[in-house]
């Protein structure tokens, strides 16, 4: 019975992987404005349609220290207009590392797409820009159930051929 749970909890983990996300990722641009440094990160690594978050970390460009009161606002529009725009606040709550700044976006579809952020200090507007390419959206699990579950298949087919050969030596042995 414990090896069922262990093998559920297993796939379920499997399953809902794609939907983790976490502060950080792969920088996409790093800007220094006026005295502060802004960092863009993105994470999953490659980009793809879905879901996608975007890290931001305010220092200040002297000493490297966090910028504990800036607000950052996240735009991301597809560069041939196709899509209408994402906008969203990055904030310290959607987070998981309270130095950054993080706003979750759904990617409808892939392509070339640009990523702005505009960083508000003291009343100063610091603003950053980077293109990216994302990548399709990988298959769904349930798309990919041939090809992961087919070891499971013959796992299943090893395992009742071994209950019978043990069945039918039982019996030679009872009956012998």
């Known amino acids: 019975m414990n090896r069922l749970k262990l093998t559920a909890i297993v796939l379920l983990v499997m399953l809902y992987a794609r939907f983790a996300l976490a502060d950080g990722g792969t920088v996409l641009t790093t800007a220094e404005q006026d005295g502060y440094r802004i960092t863009v990160l993105m994470s999953p690594t490659p980009p793809r349609a879905g879901p996608v978050d975007v890290s931001v970390l305010v220092q200040h460009g002297d000493t490297g220290t966090i910028v504990e009161k800036a607000e950052v606002a996240v735009l991301m529009r597809q560069t041939d207009g196709s899509q209408l725009p994402l906008r969203s606040m990055a904030t310290r709550a959607a987070a998981t590392n309270k130095m950054f700044r993080a706003a ?47 070891p499971a298949i013959a796992i299943g087919l090893f395992a009742v051929h071994r209950g019978l050969v043990n069945r039918s030596e039982r019996r030679c042995r009872d009956h012998g």
């Open 104 to 150: 979750l976006f759904m990617l409808p579809q892939s392509g070339l797409w640009r990523l702005s952020t505009i960083v508000t200090v003291h009343d100063r507007q610091l603003e950053s820009e980077a293109d990216f390419e994302a990548a399709a959206a990988l298959p769904q699990f349930s798309d990919l159930w041939f090809w992961t579950g087919w």
